[in-house]
């Protein structure tokens, strides 16, 4: 089984900062990895897929890059909506999630 | 618009059984792979299972093989889960998701979720 592990755990961020999150998988992925936000109480949503393709209405604040084994979730001008748990997903060697990282007010 | 609205969560007793459904609309649900996806609570997500557009595909997590049973009915646009010898390790929300598409083809991440529905096993 590929593990994901996303760093770090949590992120304290002042809003209209840039806030930086990595995923790193165990085998190379490819581009096959998605990002999700989870706001409390609510479902998640589907931010990135292809490692860079933002998902339809997704703010362009949010940026994905990397492959092979190493990921980046990038949101640029923090608003106080993203403030959030984000996860990271492989799907290219059938699928895991990473733990999560919480992205909290500084 | 996509919509899943998943039902059918309560409390359970350890040992006992459940129904959960998930009723679809806004897409052709008969065209997309289906899963059911569960969150312990304050914990992350997990794949519980998933069935094909056709039903000819079925994929359980480990820890849930012979207590579940993932069905689907494309002329009612529902996807099932039947859920027995509960035990309290099974206590999460349940979220209905649908596999998202990379050009033409479907790919094992999701871009539509239901709310959820928590099952609460408990004597």
């Known amino acids: 089984e590929i593990v994901v592990t996303q760093s770090p755990a949590t992120l304290s961020v002042s809003p209209g900062d840039r806030a930086t999150l990595s995923c790193r998988a165990s085998?190379?992925?490819?581009?096959?990895l998605a990002w999700y936000q989870q706001r409390p109480g609510q479902p998640p949503r589907l931010l990135i897929y292809s490692a860079s393709t933002r998902a339809i209405g997704v703010p362009a604040r949010f940026s994905g890059s990397g492959s092979g084994t190493d990921f980046t979730l990038t949101i640029t001008s923090l608003q106080s909506e993203d403030f959030a748990i984000y996860y990271c997903?492989?799907?290219?060697?059938?699928?895991?999630f990473g733990g999560g990282t919480k992205v909290e007010i500084k | 618009e996509v919509q899943l609205v998943e039902s059918g969560g309560g409390l359970g007793r350890p040992g006992g059984s459940l129904r959960l459904s998930c009723a679809a609309s806004g897409f052709v649900f008969s065209r997309y792979t289906m899963n059911w996806v569960r969150q312990a609570p304050g914990k992350g997500l997990e794949l519980v299972a998933s069935v094909s557009s056709g039903s000819s595909s079925i994929y359980y997590t480990e820890s849930v093989k012979g207590r579940f049973t993932i069905s689907r009915d494309n002329s009612n646009n529902s996807l099932y889960l039947q859920m027995d010898s509960l035990g309290a390790e099974d206590t999460a929300v349940y979220f209905c998701?649908?596999?998202?598409?990379?050009?033409?083809?479907?790919?094992?991440?999701?871009?539509?979720w239901g709310q959820g529905t928590l099952v609460t096993v408990s004597s």
């Open positions: 998701a649908r596999n998202g598409v990379v050009g033409a083809t479907q790919a094992f991440f999701f871009d539509s």
């Open positions: 997903q492989q799907y290219n060697h059938w699928l895991t």
């Open positions: 085998q190379s992925l490819s581009n096959n």
